[in-house]
């Protein structure tokens, strides 16, 4: 049975990080994108605004209206599966007053398991 490696970043990787990230190292080097299972990050928090049945208002980095599927949820980049977490509280990094907009705070539980259901 395969080793797995799950990596944490405050903020999702992009297709481009992810791409990069490999081609710096040879495929053999054992900790490297090469080898990361799931990648686990947040930082976005789900976009802090959201439009009611919508998606995210606006995002730092990102501008306004971004693909909801980068924000939060599992999502698949560049060979690599990523959990982007909503969290739980605001990021100081947005440009908008500090509270969440039809944005309900989120925990995830994720469970691993070698058998697919």
Do not use: C, E
Request: charged share 10%; aromatic share 12%; glycine share 12%.
């Amino acid at each position: 049975t395969k080793d797995i490696q799950i990596a944490v970043s405050h903020y999702p990787l992009t297709r481009d990080y992810v791409a990069r990230a490999k081609a710096a190292v040879p495929a053999t080097t054992r900790f490297s994108m090469h080898n990361v299972s799931l990648v686990l990050a947040g930082g976005y928090v789900g976009g802090q605004w959201r439009l009611p049945g919508g998606g995210p208002i606006y995002v730092p980095g990102k501008g306004f209206f971004p693909d909801d599927a980068t924000m939060q949820g599992l999502g698949y980049l560049g060979g690599v599966w990523q959990h982007v977490s909503p969290g739980l509280d605001v990021n100081p990094i947005y440009p908008l007053p500090p509270f969440r907009l039809f944005n309900s705070p989120a925990a995830t539980m994720l469970v691993l398991s070698s058998s697919v259901h």
